[in-house]
């Protein structure tokens, strides 16, 4: 039975290496295609891993208004900005259509690194010698860099730029807890609108794991090599998986209470029923073990009063990594049986901060046609992954209900249950 204080799903969102804009998203998702590619945005030559999940048909000179605010804008940022603009757009909410004070953003986001060339100048200035001299370091930033630098690398600007541009006066909040951050941010503003502190919440999530800074940063060990053919590279709960693919991409969503969609006309696309976050916080030393994702299910579960037999699928985090898709495995198997699950990570690979809203948009628009996305690349089951894989074909006929679920290797795990309308 609906109630008017349901949390109703009522705009989407997606800009990704499989499509921009969730009808193209979709179709691509369904279809099997892969969006991994190898790198042409920059030159990776001098990587070890020299493919990911790229978005080549994103123009943000065509996406982002004021064009001047580019300046000041991350490839995170822009990537974030047009989603939730694409989000907004499906939910037909311009300005003054909404209240604007009841009107708010809530994104997640990862460490947005530094542009090589914004710093290059700073680094030669401060050289003598061929060798970096720490002493003239102050100088050379203060000569060098533009006074407005840091803004394009601050995690809380994309939701700053959003509220700016929509006129949400509302509350706004960012999230930066890396993998969980976009379920995260979409657990926040349902619960915003659930405290009546909003009667509209774009929640999303965006990330950006293809920055040269980012690569170099950050270690290989767990990512694919499977440079031979990059396109199944992303194995989630494969046998064959040998680590995951950095990818790019963002997505968001409309929230609304019931009663204020349907005062407005608006189209209901799904439900937000429940969603619940726990952590293990020995993770780091010990390994994740995948308890916290046990109890996140447990409990979305136990809020949305559902038992195994009424989820339609589970939407997992399925990175890709040896280890992170057995504790995952086990979680689900442990508290939902054979459930369905799909992967979709398997199709475009890891966006960081922006995988989970993406992929909990996967969800919704299986929802809506009534199947779940097949998990690209998965061929041998691993009998350390006992899940029950959706591969091969879309799903169809199982109940109109879905949880999603994002970990991370710090021991957070987020899990949102989602209904059909």
Known sequence: MHSPHDIVITGLGVVSPIGIGHQLFWKTLVSGESGIRPLTLFDASGLSVRFGGQIDDFDAKLRVRPRKSLKVMSRDIQLGFTAADLALADACITPGTVIAERFGVVF??????????DLE????????GGSFDYSLWAEAI???????????HLPNMTASHVAIAHEARGPNNSIVLSDVSGLLAVAEAASMIRRGWADVMLAGGTGCRL????????????????????RAASRPFDRDRDGFVNSEGAGAVVLESREHAEHRGAPILGRIVATAARCEPGARREGLKGASLRQALREVCRQAGLVAADVGHVNAHGLGTVDMDRAEAAAIVAELGGVP???????FGHLGAGGG???MIASVMGLTAGLVPPT????????????NVVHGQPLAGRPATAVTVNLCTTGQAVAVALAAE
């Open 211 to 230: 920055h040269p800074t980012a690569m170099v940063a950050r270690s290989t060990t767990q990512l694919s090599h499977r440079a031979g053919d990059c």
């Open 108 to 117: 997640g986001s990862d460490m947005i690194y530094a542009d090589l060339e």
């Open 376 to 387: 690209r690349n998965y061929e041998t089951p691993d009998p350390h992954c006992p899940v």
């Open 142 to 152: 203060q000569q060098e860099v533009h006074p407005l630098w840091l803004l394009k």
């Open 121 to 128: 100048g700073t680094y030669r200035h401060a050289s003598r």
């Open 357 to 359: 809203v993406v992929e």
């Open 341 to 347: 699950v799909t992967a979709p990570k398997g199709s």
